[in-house]
T-cell receptor, first 114, second 113 residues
Framework: DTAVSQTPKYLVTQMGNDKSIKCEQN?????MYWYKQDSKKFLKIMFS???????INETVPNRFSPKSPDKAHLNLHINSLELGDSAVYFC?????????????FGPGTRLTVL | GNSVTQMEGPVTLSEEAFLTINCTYT??????LFWYVQYPGEGLQLLLK?????DKGSNKGFEATYRKETTSFHLEKGSVQVSDSAVYFC????????????FGIGTKLQVIP
């Protein structure tokens, strides 16, 4: 009964390929996020969706496209992968605003671009 | 804009030593403040929180007090254990509307026996 799950856990691919990472949460939360963590552990938000609607879109290359088929899922598709995309990508979710906003993180997907 | 500044690690301590990890922030209004912990190979998890000035968050022996006058939220623990070895992130969430959490750079703590 994992709260926030991501697949795959590891992803190794060649430059130029297209890949997707999937995220699902079973917490009933309305808001989901994608973060990128670089090799120095710096954590940067990429996108946030609330009830399938994009609400935060940081300065991220167009090659990254999030998709939220329903409020329990937020997938990340990356086109034309580059070496600099190598990082750990974390999905997270949080409950509706109005109460305490804790973010629940998935276990991460380590992407390595060769 | 909003920002969080925390000490850059790594911090290496012997077991049972006292821990302080400094965190200061810049934000308008009254943000909520958090400490998240990331154990090796895992995602972040909330360690403690404070939502208003003078609140003290505490969990697992860790404490942090929301100090508006010094815009700080330093993390402390009286006696660290090897199992506390992890990366610690200070974070803030501005008040009002849909806002993003701003994380600090993370401080790696290594506790040696």
């Amino acid at each position: 009964d994992t709260a926030v799950s991501q697949t795959p856990k590891y992803l190794v691919t060649q430059m130029g390929n297209d890949k997707s990472i999937k995220c699902e949460q079973n917490l009933g939360h309305d808001t989901m996020y994608w973060y990128k963590q670089d090799s120095k552990k710096f954590l940067k938000i990429m996108f946030s969706y609330n009830n399938k609607e994009l609400i935060i879109n940081e300065t991220v290359p167009n090659r990254f496209s999030p998709k939220s088929p329903d409020k329990a899922h937020l997938n990340l598709h990356i086109n034309s992968l580059e070496l600099g995309d190598s990082a750990v990508y974390f999905c997270a979710s949080s409950p509706p605003r109005g109460g305490f906003i804790e973010q629940f993180f998935g276990p991460g997907t380590r992407l390595t671009v060769l | 804009g909003n920002s969080v500044t925390q000490m850059e690690g790594p911090v290496t301590l012997s077991e049972e030593a006292f821990l302080t990890i400094n965190c200061t922030y810049t934000a308008t209004g009254y943000p909520s403040l958090f400490w998240y912990v990331q154990y090796p190979g895992e995602g972040l998890q909330l360690l403690l929180k404070a939502t208003k000035a003078d609140d003290k968050g505490s969990n697992k022996g860790f404490e942090a007090t929301y100090r508006k006058e010094t815009t700080s939220f330093h993390l402390e623990k009286g006696s660290v254990q090897v199992s506390d070895s992890a990366v610690y992130f200070c974070a803030l969430l501005p008040s009002g509307g849909y806002q993003k959490v701003t994380f600090g750079i993370g401080t790696k703590l290594q506790v040696i026996p």
